[in-house]
């Protein structure tokens, strides 16, 4: 699969401070998924982006799909300990191709 | 998860043993797809199956790994001869809709 590249690595937030991270690809995707994973479990989808220039909300979380279809960003407003966790994001051409992950730690 | 079931959670194996991992795809899907994550990494596409079919196996080492998705039952990773090196959780998705959704994985540890 292609390599995205996701930054940042780490971040380490107060609680109610907003978070943002991106992804960049060389390669067009005709989707952009962003996941969240907890320890020990699976990837789990948060927005899904299928359209160039879409901007998604999914309550305190919003994402854009860049509009030359090889970037995109995740913002998470007003941050809570449950935030925690690491954050992919992955293109899809029928597989999926993932960001090394954020790993985000709230400061309570 | 959405639905997609795989086990175990959790396999440990001596080197030199054979690791099977089992998944089932959302109900009424036929599409499976597995990765593989390191520690500290993203996920890897390793392949990719329709039922009785190999689509895409370009991620796949060439060998002690196999993979197949019968008629009847689950998908099933095999792994051959594991080495320490295979340590990893493997996790199996389902596509819905331009979407994949992930299983709980099963985490391999080999000794």
């Known amino acids: 699969g292609q390599q995205l590249n996701q930054s940042p690595q780490s971040m380490f937030i107060q609680e109610g401070e907003d978070v943002s991270m991106n992804c960049t690809s060389s390669s067009i995707f005709n989707t952009w998924l962003w996941y969240k994973q907890d320890p020990g479990e699976g990837p789990v989808l948060l927005i899904a982006l299928y359209k160039a220039g879409e901007l998604t909300s999914n309550g305190r979380l919003t994402a854009q799909f860049g509009i030359t279809r090889k970037d995109s960003f995740l913002n998470i407003s007003a941050s809570i300990p449950s935030d925690v966790g690491i954050y992919f994001c992955?293109?899809?051409?029928?597989?999926?191709?993932f960001g090394a992950g954020t790993t985000v730690t709230v400061r309570a | 998860n959405a639905g997609v079931m795989q086990n175990p959670r959790h396999l440990v194996r001596r080197r030199g043993q054979e690791a099977r991992l089992r998944c089932s795809p959302m109900k009424g899907h036929s599409h499976v797809y597995w990765y593989r994550q390191l520690p500290e990494e993203g996920l890897k596409f390793m392949v990719y199956l329709q039922k009785e079919n190999i689509i895409d196996e370009s991620g796949m080492p060439k060998e002690r790994f196999s993979a197949e998705f019968p008629k009847e039952g689950p998908s099933i990773l095999r792994i051959q001869q594991v080495v320490r090196g295979d340590s990893a959780a493997y996790f199996c998705?389902?596509?819905?809709?331009?979407?994949?959704?992930f299983g709980p994985g099963t985490r391999l540890l080999v000794l």
């Open positions: 992955a293109g899809l051409d029928y597989k999926l191709s």
């Open positions: 998705a389902s596509l819905e809709q331009e979407t994949q959704y």
